[in-house]
Protein backbone atom coordinates (compact mmCIF):
# COMPACT_ATOMS: atom_id res chain seq x y z
CA UNK A 1 0.00 0.00 0.00
CA UNK A 2 0.99 3.53 -0.68
CA UNK A 3 1.97 5.10 2.68
CA UNK A 4 4.17 7.82 4.57
CA UNK A 5 6.02 5.92 6.60
CA UNK A 6 8.36 7.38 10.05
CA UNK A 7 11.11 6.28 11.67
CA UNK A 8 11.87 5.91 14.61
CA UNK A 9 8.04 6.17 16.03
CA UNK A 10 10.04 6.63 19.39
CA UNK A 11 12.91 8.76 19.97
CA UNK A 12 14.90 9.63 22.96
CA UNK A 13 17.56 12.37 22.85
CA UNK A 14 19.46 14.18 25.18
CA UNK A 15 19.43 18.39 26.25
CA UNK A 16 22.03 19.91 23.79
CA UNK A 17 22.68 16.20 21.58
CA UNK A 18 21.71 16.33 17.53
CA UNK A 19 18.96 14.11 16.40
CA UNK A 20 17.60 12.99 13.17
CA UNK A 21 13.82 12.01 12.29
CA UNK A 22 13.08 10.30 9.11
CA UNK A 23 10.31 10.13 6.62
CA UNK A 24 9.41 8.40 3.32
CA UNK A 25 6.70 8.05 1.12
CA UNK A 26 5.83 5.45 -1.56
CA UNK A 27 3.01 7.90 -2.98
CA UNK A 28 5.39 9.85 -5.32
CA UNK A 29 4.02 12.94 -4.01
CA UNK A 30 5.63 16.22 -4.58
CA UNK A 31 5.44 17.92 -1.43
CA UNK A 32 6.84 16.83 2.24
CA UNK A 33 5.76 18.75 5.14
CA UNK A 34 7.34 18.28 9.02
CA UNK A 35 4.77 19.75 11.21
CA UNK A 36 5.44 19.85 15.58
CA UNK A 37 2.18 19.01 17.41
CA UNK A 38 2.68 19.43 20.93
CA UNK A 39 0.70 17.53 23.89
CA UNK A 40 -3.20 18.86 23.32
CA UNK A 41 -2.32 21.12 20.46
CA UNK A 42 -2.57 21.49 17.03
CA UNK A 43 -0.32 20.76 14.43
CA UNK A 44 2.01 23.48 13.49
CA UNK A 45 4.30 23.72 10.18
CA UNK A 46 7.79 23.80 10.72
CA UNK A 47 8.56 23.48 6.79
CA UNK A 48 7.86 22.25 3.46
CA UNK A 49 9.51 20.84 0.44
CA UNK A 50 8.28 21.27 -3.10
CA UNK A 51 10.58 18.86 -5.30
CA UNK A 52 13.83 20.62 -3.51
CA UNK A 53 12.27 24.34 -2.76
CA UNK A 54 12.67 24.44 1.03
CA UNK A 55 9.95 26.71 2.36
CA UNK A 56 10.47 27.44 5.86
CA UNK A 57 7.87 29.01 8.00
CA UNK A 58 8.64 32.86 9.76
CA UNK A 59 8.44 30.74 13.07
CA UNK A 60 10.47 28.31 12.78
CA UNK A 61 13.41 28.42 15.08
CA UNK A 62 16.64 27.86 13.27
CA UNK A 63 17.55 24.97 15.75
CA UNK A 64 15.62 22.75 13.24
CA UNK A 65 16.67 22.44 9.82
CA UNK A 66 15.81 19.65 6.78
CA UNK A 67 17.07 17.48 4.51
CA UNK A 68 15.48 16.05 1.18
CA UNK A 69 17.61 13.95 -0.71
CA UNK A 70 15.27 12.39 -3.25
CA UNK A 71 11.55 12.47 -3.63
CA UNK A 72 11.48 9.75 -0.89
CA UNK A 73 13.08 10.67 1.93
CA UNK A 74 12.95 14.07 3.80
CA UNK A 75 15.03 14.70 7.03
CA UNK A 76 13.94 16.97 9.71
CA UNK A 77 17.23 17.79 11.87
CA UNK A 78 17.12 18.98 15.15
CA UNK A 79 21.01 20.70 16.08
CA UNK A 80 20.26 20.88 19.52
CA UNK A 81 17.17 20.02 21.01
CA UNK A 82 16.08 21.57 24.10
CA UNK A 83 13.21 20.18 26.73
CA UNK A 84 10.68 22.32 25.03
CA UNK A 85 11.16 20.52 21.54
CA UNK A 86 10.04 17.38 23.12
CA UNK A 87 6.70 16.36 20.83
CA UNK A 88 5.12 14.60 18.35
CA UNK A 89 6.84 15.25 14.59
CA UNK A 90 4.92 14.51 11.76
CA UNK A 91 5.31 13.77 8.75
CA UNK A 92 2.61 14.25 5.56
CA UNK A 93 2.99 14.66 1.53
CA UNK A 94 0.75 16.16 -0.84
CA UNK A 95 1.12 15.71 -4.67
CA UNK A 96 1.24 19.72 -5.10
CA UNK A 97 -0.05 23.31 -3.06
CA UNK A 98 -3.35 23.46 -5.03
CA UNK A 99 -6.50 23.95 -2.89
CA UNK A 100 -7.58 20.09 -4.26
CA UNK A 101 -4.27 18.55 -2.67
CA UNK A 102 -4.91 16.72 0.31
CA UNK A 103 -2.05 16.13 2.93
CA UNK A 104 -1.35 12.53 3.78
CA UNK A 105 -0.05 12.30 7.22
CA UNK A 106 2.53 9.51 8.57
CA UNK A 107 2.16 7.94 12.27
CA UNK A 108 4.14 10.04 13.51
CA UNK A 109 7.72 10.26 15.63
CA UNK A 110 7.27 10.98 19.40
CA UNK A 111 10.35 13.09 20.67
CA UNK A 112 11.59 13.16 24.50
CA UNK A 113 14.21 15.10 25.55
CA UNK A 114 15.98 14.29 28.81
CA UNK B 1 -4.39 35.60 10.36
CA UNK B 2 -6.46 32.61 9.96
CA UNK B 3 -7.77 31.17 13.11
CA UNK B 4 -9.48 27.91 13.73
CA UNK B 5 -11.81 27.11 16.93
CA UNK B 6 -13.06 24.18 17.93
CA UNK B 7 -14.96 23.10 21.54
CA UNK B 8 -12.04 21.14 23.63
CA UNK B 9 -14.23 18.52 24.04
CA UNK B 10 -17.58 16.14 23.63
CA UNK B 11 -19.02 13.01 25.55
CA UNK B 12 -21.50 10.86 24.01
CA UNK B 13 -22.81 7.55 24.75
CA UNK B 14 -22.81 4.66 22.05
CA UNK B 15 -25.08 4.40 19.31
CA UNK B 16 -25.59 8.21 19.67
CA UNK B 17 -24.79 10.59 17.29
CA UNK B 18 -22.06 13.13 17.64
CA UNK B 19 -21.78 16.77 16.28
CA UNK B 20 -18.27 18.15 16.44
CA UNK B 21 -18.10 21.88 15.57
CA UNK B 22 -15.76 24.34 14.11
CA UNK B 23 -15.45 27.85 12.96
CA UNK B 24 -12.76 29.31 10.27
CA UNK B 25 -12.31 32.99 10.26
CA UNK B 26 -10.15 32.94 6.39
CA UNK B 27 -12.93 33.91 4.18
CA UNK B 28 -10.57 32.63 1.41
CA UNK B 29 -10.77 28.64 2.30
CA UNK B 30 -10.82 26.48 -0.67
CA UNK B 31 -11.29 22.91 0.74
CA UNK B 32 -12.17 21.84 4.75
CA UNK B 33 -10.88 18.92 6.21
CA UNK B 34 -11.51 16.68 9.30
CA UNK B 35 -8.70 14.52 10.36
CA UNK B 36 -8.97 11.58 13.41
CA UNK B 37 -6.03 11.25 15.70
CA UNK B 38 -6.01 8.21 17.98
CA UNK B 39 -3.65 8.01 20.85
CA UNK B 40 0.31 8.21 20.06
CA UNK B 41 -0.74 8.18 15.95
CA UNK B 42 -0.34 10.55 13.49
CA UNK B 43 -3.39 11.60 11.74
CA UNK B 44 -5.95 9.97 9.69
CA UNK B 45 -7.62 11.75 6.56
CA UNK B 46 -11.29 11.29 7.41
CA UNK B 47 -12.97 13.37 5.02
CA UNK B 48 -12.83 17.10 3.32
CA UNK B 49 -15.57 19.25 1.97
CA UNK B 50 -15.19 21.86 -1.01
CA UNK B 51 -15.99 25.09 -0.19
CA UNK B 52 -18.55 25.53 -2.43
CA UNK B 53 -20.47 22.47 -1.37
CA UNK B 54 -22.79 22.74 1.83
CA UNK B 55 -23.29 18.71 2.55
CA UNK B 56 -21.30 15.90 2.35
CA UNK B 57 -22.09 12.35 2.84
CA UNK B 58 -19.64 9.65 3.20
CA UNK B 59 -21.28 6.44 4.94
CA UNK B 60 -21.64 7.34 8.93
CA UNK B 61 -19.87 10.86 8.48
CA UNK B 62 -21.70 13.91 7.26
CA UNK B 63 -20.29 17.44 6.98
CA UNK B 64 -21.97 20.29 6.74
CA UNK B 65 -20.82 23.53 5.58
CA UNK B 66 -22.47 26.86 6.83
CA UNK B 67 -19.93 29.46 4.30
CA UNK B 68 -21.92 32.25 5.36
CA UNK B 69 -21.33 31.81 8.79
CA UNK B 70 -17.93 30.20 8.44
CA UNK B 71 -19.19 27.27 10.41
CA UNK B 72 -18.47 23.28 9.63
CA UNK B 73 -19.75 20.66 11.16
CA UNK B 74 -18.79 17.14 11.51
CA UNK B 75 -21.55 14.02 12.50
CA UNK B 76 -20.90 10.93 13.37
CA UNK B 77 -24.04 8.37 13.34
CA UNK B 78 -24.16 5.21 15.50
CA UNK B 79 -20.93 6.68 17.44
CA UNK B 80 -18.94 3.50 18.56
CA UNK B 81 -16.27 3.39 21.01
CA UNK B 82 -13.31 3.33 18.21
CA UNK B 83 -14.12 6.59 16.96
CA UNK B 84 -12.88 7.94 20.41
CA UNK B 85 -10.33 9.95 19.29
CA UNK B 86 -9.16 13.49 18.79
CA UNK B 87 -11.03 15.26 15.60
CA UNK B 88 -9.21 18.19 14.14
CA UNK B 89 -10.80 20.72 11.50
CA UNK B 90 -8.38 22.32 9.24
CA UNK B 91 -8.73 24.86 6.72
CA UNK B 92 -6.93 25.01 3.16
CA UNK B 93 -6.67 28.71 2.22
CA UNK B 94 -5.49 31.20 -0.49
CA UNK B 95 -4.35 33.54 2.16
CA UNK B 96 -2.20 31.32 3.89
CA UNK B 97 -0.49 29.93 0.71
CA UNK B 98 -2.76 27.01 0.28
CA UNK B 99 -1.26 25.64 3.44
CA UNK B 100 -3.57 23.80 5.70
CA UNK B 101 -4.31 26.05 9.08
CA UNK B 102 -5.43 23.71 11.98
CA UNK B 103 -8.29 23.97 14.44
CA UNK B 104 -7.18 23.03 18.68
CA UNK B 105 -9.01 19.50 18.63
CA UNK B 106 -11.57 18.35 19.94
CA UNK B 107 -11.65 15.12 22.11
CA UNK B 108 -14.55 12.91 21.61
CA UNK B 109 -15.21 10.36 24.22
CA UNK B 110 -17.32 7.76 23.60
CA UNK B 111 -19.16 6.11 26.53
CA UNK B 112 -20.85 2.30 26.75
Known amino acids: DAMVIQNPRYQVTQFGKPVTLSCSQTLNHNVMYWYQQKSSQAPKLLFHYYDKDFNNEADTPDNFQSRRPNTSFCFLDIRSPGLGDAAMYLC?????????????FGPGTRLTVL | GEDVEQSLFLSVREGDSSVINCTYTDSSSTYLYWYKQEPGAGLQLLTYIFSNMDMKQDQRLTVLLNKKDKHLSLRIADTQTGDSAIYFC????????????FGGGTRLMVKP
Open chain 1, 92 to 104: ATSRGVGSGDTQY
Open chain 2, 90 to 101: AERANNAGNMLT
